[in-house]
């Protein structure tokens, strides 16, 4: 993988993380208050599952 394809990545990653609180702050907001309510367990849970889905994904782009 080059750099240029490592940016890019980058720059689609912040686009999709901005879009939710951009088209809706206040479902946004309530979102982020619920999810400072679970515990570090559930937290590092979500992490993981989102990890593994990234890294099968990247698995099953590449040739």
């Known amino acids: ?3 240029d394809a490592l940016w890019m ?3 689609l990653v912040l ?3 901005g879009l939710f ?3 809706s702050p206040q479902g946004w907001r309530k979102l982020f ?3 400072l309510q679970l515990q570090d367990g559930q937290i590092r849970f ?3 599952c989102s990890i593994l889905c990234g890294l ?3 698995w099953w782009l590449l040739p």
């Open 1 to 3: 993988m080059n750099a």
């Open 9 to 11: 990545a980058l720059a």
């Open 15 to 17: 686009v999709l993380e």
């Open 21 to 23: 609180p951009f088209a």
């Open 33 to 35: 208050s619920q999810l």
């Open 46 to 48: 979500f992490g993981l």
């Open 56 to 58: 099968f994904c990247i």
